[in-house]
């Protein structure tokens, strides 16, 4: 059971909405080369806001994670893409299906 996981929120900056969307639908590749990421969900949670959500059966495949490629490309964009850091909570599962 996945008991592990992260929520990224994230706010563009003004009239960089599509270029965060497009950098996001553009990492799923890189989420599903990870063995450790059970599932990855890049979310739209308004007009310029977004959210990554992920889960990890380990603590270490969430660290695997967020020192990973998908982690590396966010921070690397994160200044022309993004109005302020995003804002990264490790969090825990307590009931999936």
């Keep these: ?6 929520l990224a929120r994230m706010e563009a900056k003004p009239g960089k ?10 990492a799923l590749p890189l989420a599903q080369a990870e063995d450790d990421t059970i599932s990855w ?11 990554i959500f992920d889960t ?4 270490s495949g969430r660290q695997a994670h967020l020192n990973g490629e998908i982690a590396a490309a966010l921070m690397a964009n994160a200044e022309a893409l993004l109005s ?8 825990e599962v307590l009931a999936a299906k």
């Design 41 to 51: 969900f890049a979310l739209k949670l308004g007009p310029s806001t977004f959210g």
């Design 84 to 91: 302020s850091p995003p804002v990264i909570e490790q969090v």
């Design 1 to 6: 059971m996945v008991k592990f996981a992260l």
């Design 56 to 59: 990890f059966e380990a603590e």
């Design 17 to 26: 909405e599509a270029e965060v969307e497009a950098f996001l639908v553009s």
